[in-house]
């Protein structure tokens, strides 16, 4: 795929918070960044270079029930991550990418030029072939 075909010629990777850990605690992590300076003010800064420039983000979710927008925003690190993203929640619109047994088991939420995939189990985006989502023609 060329520059062309998406319009872009880079990607940026962005961590939420400055620093990489597969055993981070979303939760501590949330309250660390409202009471560190350093981690608040990363997030500023983030989320101002993030302003104007399309996002994917990509999230993990539990397995227990199928994806939707409402098991979207019971997360208060996917509502953050959101937020910085600069997502507006009213504005989400869904689209399936795999199920199973009847179950939503990953879909990409947008927003505009952002956007957000949930994943049931892990944070990967899901291959070609796993994916109900239609390519479109180029």
């Known amino acids: 795929?060329?520059?062309n075909t998406l319009g872009y010629n880079a990607l940026v990777n962005i961590e939420t918070v400055p620093f990489h850990s597969p055993d981070i605690k979303k939760l501590q992590a949330l309250k660390a960044i409202h009471s560190s300076y350093p981690l608040f003010a990363y997030h500023n800064v983030l989320k101002n270079f993030l302003i104007g420039k399309p996002v994917l983000i990509v999230a993990a979710?539990?397995?227990?029930?199928?994806i939707s927008i409402s098991n979207l925003t019971k997360s208060p690190w996917i509502i953050y991550q959101m937020d910085l993203a600069g997502m507006n929640v009213d504005s989400l619109k869904m689209e399936v990418l795999t199920e199973k047994n009847g179950k939503i088991t990953s879909a990409i939420f947008s927003d505009n030029d952002k956007h957000i995939v949930l994943m049931m189990g892990s944070n990967n985006l899901p291959s070609l072939k796993q994916c109900a989502?239609?390519?479109p023609k180029l």
């Open 133 to 135: 989502y239609k390519k």
């Open 1 to 3: 795929m060329t520059k």
């Open 61 to 66: 979710t539990g397995t227990k029930h199928s």
